[in-house]
């Protein structure tokens, strides 16, 4: 049963946060920027890693969202996507998109994208 308590606060990356997301195998969580992505460890709060996206900037959130094994990252008035391995924060793959679109999904095996430029 879920017990409804606060077990840890994260640091605020920005003024301006995106959505955040976990990692598939619940061992980093993603949080958005005004540069790109915040990579934290959960279970100590202390952050791990840095990715900058594309598009980011004080006034335009960063978004994440579980991809696989890894997470996908983007500004919501950019057109350019990345896949970002968790662990590492390493950027594995970015994918250009014809117009930026403030909403994304990806599949649950991170093989395909989809993007809705009217979403605000």
Excluded: C, H
């Excluded at 896949?83 to 590492?88: I, M």
């Amino acid at each position: 049963m879920p017990s409804r308590r606060v077990l840890r606060r994260m640091p605020d990356p920005t003024e301006v946060p995106g959505f955040p997301a976990w990692s598939s195998d619940g061992r980093t969580v993603v949080a958005g920027s005004s540069t790109g992505v915040v990579l934290y460890n959960p279970a100590t709060g202390r952050e791990t890693g840095r990715v900058k996206v594309p598009g980011a900037n004080s006034s335009t959130p960063v978004n994440a969202v579980t991809a696989g094994r890894e997470v996908m990252a983007f500004a919501s008035q950019g057109q350019e996507v990345l896949l970002v391995d968790p662990a590492t924060a390493r950027v594995l793959r970015r994918i250009a998109l014809p117009v930026p679109a403030p909403a994304a999904g990806i599949s649950p095996d991170g093989r395909t994208l989809a993007a809705d430029p009217r979403a605000r």
